[in-house]
């Protein structure tokens, strides 16, 4: 939606997030989901082994290249990945096998540099196996959240306005990444944490989807959407204030550009 021009005509963009607690609209990590798909040659693996080229060693060594690549990335940077198909048989040298990873940087700019160094690390696994190596991204890919300070502080005084106590609401910490991040780059944009559970909940558990279904969960969407609400009614009847929103958004994508 955000590569078709679907949000350049708003004014600003809002959305909430469950959670544990309230947070204020802060940063996120830009986002890149990369495929790399192996092709080798079957053959039995204990006749013919000299016979086969194993698509797997080539996943195998690929999280080994990744590996030793993290100790040359900034703090930043999180890379994570699975196997998601390694073969059939133990006794077949697996003619096909794939990795998927999550490779995530604080911007766009040091995402793309990152993303150079894993996919040359998938490039030297083929070499060093024979394998033919595909490369796709399996999902879209997100840039980093930037959160409009000015349109944060309004929600943050509406969500205490609601009865939220000014203490109950913390700095937001680097952690996963958002589309909202891709909006974030467009419009003056903000995406706060509502508190859905009393307890200490990771995100994307089972536990926290049954905190989402419970009363209070239902509550806290209902809190978000009227703070949202009266949020953007203050935008509709200040246009100096809506103004200010507008003109930080300007001067950060200048910055930004520059």
């Known amino acids: 939606m955000a590569e078709a021009g679907i949000f350049h005509h708003l004014d600003a963009a809002m959305m909430i997030h469950p959670y ?6 802060g940063e ?19 006749a013919s082994p000299h016979k086969g080229i194993n698509a797997l060693d080539a996943v195998i060594q690929t999280f080994t290249n990744i ?54 690390c998938a490039k030297g696994a083929a070499l060093a196996t024979g394998a033919k190596l595909e ?13 409009n300070q000015t349109l944060s502080a309004l929600f943050n005084e509406n969500l205490i306005e609601q009865g939220i106590k000014r203490e109950e609401i913390h700095p937001k910490t680097l952690g996963g990444s958002l589309d909202m991040g891709n909006v974030s780059q467009l419009v003056p944009s903000i995406h706060p944490y509502i508190k859905i559970t009393d307890d200490d909940y990771a995100c ?35 246009p100096e204030l809506l103004q200010t929103i507008k003109q930080e958004f300007l001067s950060w994508k200048q910055e930004n550009n520059d």
């Open 20 to 25: 544990a607690r309230y947070e204020e609209s």
């Open 28 to 46: 996120s990590l830009a986002m890149d989901a990369i495929q790399f798909d192996f092709y080798g040659k079957a053959a039995h693996a204990a």
């Open 67 to 120: 590996n030793a690549l993290r100790e040359h990335v900034t703090a930043d940077v999180r890379i994570h990945g699975i196997i998601p198909y390694g073969g059939e048989a133990a006794n077949i040298v697996p003619d096909f096998s794939r990795a998927q990873f999550y490779v995530r940087a604080a911007t766009r700019k040091n995402l793309d540099l990152v993303l150079e160094k894993v996919k040359n």
């Open 135 to 147: 490369t796709n991204f399996y999902e879209f890919s997100y840039d980093e959240m930037h959160s």
């Open 204 to 238: 994307h558990t089972v536990e926290f989807r049954d905190a989402a279904l419970s009363e209070k969960g239902f509550n806290g969407m209902i809190l978000g959407a009227k703070t949202m609400a009266h949020t953007a009614y203050d935008l509709f009847s200040n």
